[in-house]
C-alpha cells in the first residue's frame, strides 16, 4: 500500500488534485477536514469539548455546531484557533489512522491520499510515503477563493496567515506540484511523480 500526504494553503486548488489521483489513479481519499466535521457532530467525539470551550452559541436550534459561527470565531484569535486545534487534532488523528488501517486490510494495494491544509505536524504523517506540498501563486489564491466562496479580502488574509508559510510546508514536502498553471501541467508533474503504472485498470483502459 502506497500513502500519500496532500497538503497546502488555502485556495491552493487541492481538491483539483485529489479529483485527478482519484478519477485517473484509483486513489482512495481521506480529507481531514470531513474527518473533524464527522467528530463535530452531536455523537462525535470532539463535539462536547468544543461546545464547552466556545460556549452554546455556537450550537444551531437541531444541536449541531456552526461551523461558520465557530470559523469567524477562531479565524480572528491565534489563541482560540490553538484551543481548537487542541481539542480536534488528537481526535483527527486517531480517525485517520483508524481509516488507513481499515483499507490496508480491504485492498494491501490500495493508494491512499490523505488530504489536510494542517498536515504538517499531524501524527498520522508519519505513516506516509511522500507528502506532496501544493503551491499556487497567492494572487491566485486570492482570485478562486473570491469566486468560488465570495470571501472577502480580509477573511482571505486572515485564513492564509493561520496557516503555515510556504517556506514551511516546502520544508517537510518531499515533492512540490506547482497548480498556479492549467490543469494539464499539474497532470503531467502528477504522472512525473506517480508514473503510468500506478494508474488503475480503468484508467489505464483494461
Same mark, same amino acid.
Given at each position: ?46 463535539? !462536547? +469539548? *468544543? /461546545? =464547552? %470551550?466556545? $460556549? !452554546? +452559541? *455556537? /450550537? =444551531? %436550534?437541531? $444541536? ?6 465557530? $470559523? ?135
Amino acid at each position: 500500500m502506497k500513502i500519500i500526504g496532500i497538503t497546502g494553503g488555502v485556495g491552493s486548488g487541492k481538491s483539483e488534485i485529489l479529483n485527478i489521483v482519484e478519477n485517473e489513479y484509483g486513489a482512495r481519499i481521506i480529507i481531514a477536514d470531513l474527518v473533524a466535521h464527522k467528530l463535530m457532530e452531536p455523537d462525535g467525539i470532539s463535539y !462536547k +469539548g *468544543i /461546545v =464547552k %470551550a466556545f $460556549g !452554546k +452559541g *455556537i /450550537v =444551531k %436550534a437541531d $444541536g449541531f455546531i456552526d461551523r461558520e459561527v465557530l $470559523g469567524s470565531i477562531v479565524f480572528c484569535s491565534e489563541r482560540k484557533l490553538k484551543i481548537l486545534n487542541e481539542i480536534t487534532h488528537k481526535n483527527v488523528d486517531v480517525e485517520i489512522m483508524r481509516q488507513i488501517e481499515e483499507i490496508r486490510k480491504e485492498d494491501p494495494n490500495a493508494l491512499v491520499v490523505c488530504e489536510a491544509a494542517l498536515l504538517v505536524g499531524a501524527q498520522y504523517e508519519s505513516l506516509f510515503d511522500q507528502l506532496w506540498y501544493i503551491y499556487t501563486k497567492e494572487e491566485i489564491r486570492f482570485r478562486r477563493l473570491k469566486a468560488s466562496r465570495g470571501y472577502s479580502d480580509r477573511k482571505i488574509r486572515q485564513m492564509m496567515e493561520s496557516q503555515k508559510t510556504e517556506e514551511e510546508f516546502k520544508a517537510a514536502a518531499t515533492h512540490v506540484i506547482d497548480n498556479s498553471g492549467d490543469l494539464e501541467e499539474t497532470r503531467r508533474q502528477i504522472r512525473e511523480i506517480l508514473g503510468d503504472a500506478a494508474q488503475s485498470p480503468a484508467a489505464s483502459g483494461f
